[in-house]
């Protein structure tokens, strides 16, 4: 339960009045709603808008989700508002993958701070500035926190980076090559056991005919 950043999708920092919610609210409602705007997300941002704005905008869900989402922690996330700032956010995923067990990865949890990373709103101001150095290091990162994910959820970040409009050469070659060694990967982990028997199979047979 409550597994998204709400704060994050309606723009603001954790200790946003009601006064501060209702405004948001309303503005962003305004610009993703479906019949405003026709992009691809906007349909998917504009229902997680309402269900951040329901949660937020009762008290008593709102205590009940600050609770579960920050146990015991003062929260002072800020919300991106350059590129750079973005990056800082993937940065900060690369250093906890890199800090712990690859193996134990709270993939629920990365793939949920992915999402938040390549929210509507970061995608829109990577666009507007079109910053080729803190675009190429987001998307070096964010490839590095991928390549733990399953195939679909994978695949589902790839064609988010692919369809950020801008991208130099540099960064469209990085994902692809990106993802013709992730399939390589993916691909020989689940038939590998296939080809180990094969091998054996083949390896029987002529020891049996020699």
Request: charged content about 20%; some cysteine.
């Amino acid at each position: 339960m409550f597994d998204k950043d709400y704060y994050q999708v309606l723009q603001l920092q954790p200790t946003a009045s009601a006064a501060d919610i209702r405004k948001a609210y309303r503005r962003l409602a305004l610009e993703f709603h479906p019949d405003k705007n026709t992009s691809q997300q906007a349909a998917a941002q504009f229902v997680m808008i309402r269900e951040a704005y329901a949660v937020l905008s009762d008290p008593l869900q709102r205590k009940k989700y600050d609770f579960t989402r920050f146990p015991g922690k003062t929260v002072t996330r800020i919300i991106a508002t350059t590129p750079e700032e973005v990056r800082l956010m993937s940065d900060e995923l690369v250093q906890r993958i890199k800090a712990g067990n690859p193996d134990r990865i709270n993939l629920d949890r990365l793939v949920n701070d992915l999402q938040a990373l390549l929210s509507v709103y970061h995608i829109q101001l990577l666009e507007k500035y079109n910053d080729e150095q803190q675009n190429g290091l987001l998307i070096s990162n964010v490839l590095f926190c991928i390549q733990y994910l399953n195939w679909s959820d994978c695949m589902q970040f790839v064609n988010t980076l692919r369809q950020i409009n801008g991208l130099n050469k540099n960064a469209t070659d990085s994902i692809t090559h990106f993802l013709t060694n992730y399939k390589r990967q993916y691909y020989w982990n689940r038939y590998k056991i296939w080809v180990a028997l094969l091998i054996a199979l083949i390896t029987c047979v002529l020891i049996y005919y020699a």
